[in-house]
Each structure stands twice: as structure tokens, then as C-alpha cells.
């Protein structure tokens, strides 16, 4: 095989999966903009999930947040995913939307909203059983606004023993995902506020609890690919919630920020072995102001083109630049992979494929958004911002 061939071959068998809430309404803490044609419903958001697998080929899975995603037979919502080619990814838990989660939900200084909280993540997984999801993402917005209004070591006690119960529960297949967050929605303190916190977390509780890095949840500046490799090396990474940022959790579309960050970040996941491995390369953004489906299918197309680069580094160039001490030798090397314009490439894999070379028309030719602009009136708002 060619080098050339052999990167389309990685290309081929990438896997990007969509979240089901960027196809709902969404907006910010000022305002929901209801866009025309939504989803109205857990099954409709599959029904543009499909047409994101369709046109791309490379997103045959779907992420499902509970309860924005309930349904009365979740067998029946992955049979509605199977029917059209795809697949119940991971299930992501919400202990944030109670009034009883003022003051946290695993970390409350109440028991009996603790036990709430962890009895909604037990459901989660039962969920997982009835979709046949393998992994269980949690997020918690736990924290304080305050100096001393709780007791920051107790909170993290409290966190262990939660998880240690939820992962007693895990099946053989199962995994659990924990997300670190700096901030938002507290502001002093946060529970799981960085990939320490969530490491060492993982770590106690055994192989089957990796960390999430959700590329919106860092301090400006932070090297995330840093992160991507230490967590790689240690055997510990997750999988992503990839999205872009400007300042703080934006959720825009991946890749649209700082198309070099997702480079660098696909660079560490290539050296380390990530691709072929078992880490999950998750969406996680809402689209306020842009066309959803387009605005997934090219976040999408930004992962494939990051991963494409970085694909395209030649290793074995660099390592003997490194080796040498060649620092602008190395640097090069690595920006002529990032400078690379991967958007032939990527046509020639969607043409063996045998998908159209560039999604974004295809889609709109497809007449696809007009029939739902038509056909579903009074679509549902994601949930929440995201
Ligand atoms: C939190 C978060 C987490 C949630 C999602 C909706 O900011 O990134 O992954 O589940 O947003
Ligand atoms: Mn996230
Ligand atoms: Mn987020």
C-alpha cells in the first residue's frame, strides 16, 4: 500500500458521533432562536442524524442526553437508529436541571439529593443495556460560588462514593466517561474542574473509568494536546467532546475556532495510538445561529481534515529532526502537514466511498431541509444552551 493509500484507509474507518441535542433548539442564557424544521421528538433527531451518516459517511453513531432523549421503549429508539444505518452512542447523563441540584447533585450536602442523583445515573445505565450503548458520560455541574459555603475535601468523597456505586453497576462491555470542566456554573469551586481531578477519580475506580476531554472546558491557553498525550499514554483517555472556543464554553463547531489546535490535538491521538484504539471522537456543540445539519456535517468534515493532516505528518522525518536537535527542522515538518490542503484527498475517500465528494452540497441538493421545514412544525428546544 501506498502511504497515500494507506491514509485513506484510516480515513475510511473514522467515526465521528453527533450528539442528538445539536439538532434540537438551542440558544444561550439570553435567548433560544427556534429555527424552522426541528425535531420534534428523540426519533426525528435520528432522522437527521442519518442524513449527517449519509453525506459524510463517517458519523454512524448518535449521543443521547437523558432526559432531553426520553423515551418510553429505548429498544424501539435503537431499532429507529438501526433502520437507518446507525447506532446509540454514548449516553450522557444530566444532574443539572433539577431544582433539588441548587447546591450539586453527587456532591449535595444532602444525602437524599445524592441518592436521587446517583439513582438517575444507575438509570443511565439500564439505559445503556436497552440501546446496547457501551459508554456512560457524566458531567457534573457540581460546585460552589462561594469560600466556605461547603466543604471542598467532603465534596470529593461524596463524588468517589457516587462513582464507585455507578461503576459497580457497569457490565463487562460497559465504560464510564467522566468530563472535567473549569467552570460554569459555578464559579469558585468545581467538583471535576480539570483532568487531574477526573484522573485520579479513574484511576481508583479501575479500567473501566476513563476521562473525557470536552475541548470547550479549559483555561485560554491551556495545551490540550498535552493533555491528549499524558492521558493516552497512561491508557486513560475516553474519548472527546470536541467543539470550538473563542472565550469560554462556546460550543461552536469544531475545528471553525482554531483549526491548528484540532491539528495538534489529532496529531497526539495519531502518535499515541488513538485511532485504531478505543477512544470515542464525540461532537458536542449547539448551533444557535447557523443551519444545524450543515453546521454538523461540517464539523464533521473539519475532524476528517484535522485527522487527515495529521495522518499526513511524516514521521519519520520528524523524529530524525528531533533526534538531531533541528528544532525549526521538526517544526517544519510538522506545519508542511498542517499546511497540507487535505480537501482533494478527502474527496478521492468519499468518491471510493461511494459518497458525493462534497457533503455540504450533496446535502443541500437533497431537498432534505426543505421537507423538514414542511413536515415537522413545533420542534423541541435541546434542553439547555449545551
Ligand atoms: C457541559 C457539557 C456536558 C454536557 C453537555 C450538554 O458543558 O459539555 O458534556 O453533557 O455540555
Ligand atoms: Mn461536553
Ligand atoms: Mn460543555
Known sequence: ?????????????????????????????????AQQGVPRDPMEKLDDAAKVHEFTGVAPTVAL?????????????????????????????????????????????????RRKAVDHLLECVDIMDATGSKDLKLWFADGTNYPGQDDIRARQDRLAEALAEVYERL????????????????????????WGTAYAHCLRLGPKARVVVDTGHHAPGTNIEFIVATLLREGKLGG???????????????????????????????RGGGLSGDV?????????????????????????EATAKALLVDRDALGAAQRAGDVLGANAVLMDAFSTDVRPLLREVREEMGLDPDPMAAYARSGWAEKIVAERVGGEQAGWGA
Not at 491514509?7 to 432562536?33: C, D, H, I, M
Not at 469560554?248 to 491521538?269: C, H, K, N, S, T
Request: net charge negative.
Open 1 to 33: 500500500m501506498t502511504e497515500r493509500a494507506a491514509v485513506k484507509a484510516v480515513l475510511k474507518t473514522q467515526a465521528v458521533e453527533t450528539p442528538s441535542w445539536a439538532y434540537g433548539n438551542s440558544g444561550t442564557r439570553f435567548k433560544v432562536f
Open 240 to 270: 472527546f467532546d470536541f467543539n470550538s472556543r473563542f472565550y469560554a464554553d462556546d460550543d461552536l463547531m469544531a475545528g471553525a475556532a482554531d483549526p491548528f489546535q484540532l491539528f495538534r490535538i489529532m496529531y497526539e491521538v495519531v
Open 280 to 304: 470515542a471522537f464525540m461532537l458536542d456543540q449547539c448551533h444557535n445561529v447557523e443551519s444545524k445539519i450543515p453546521a454538523i456535517v461540517r464539523s464533521v468534515m473539519n475532524v476528517q
Open 65 to 113: 442526553h437523558i432526559p432531553w432523549d426520553t423515551v418510553d421503549d429505548y429498544a424501539a429508539l435503537a431499532r429507529h437508529a438501526e433502520d437507518r444505518g446507525l447506532r446509540l452512542g454514548a449516553i450522557n447523563s444530566n444532574t443539572f436541571q433539577d431544582d433539588d441540584y441548587r447546591l450539586g447533585s453527587v456532591c449535595h450536602p444532602d444525602a437524599s439529593v
Open 171 to 194: 457490565g463487562d462491555d460497559q465504560r464510564m466517561l467522566l468530563e472535567y470542566k473549569l467552570f460554569e456554573p459555578a464559579f469558585y469551586t468545581t467538583d471535576v474542574p480539570d
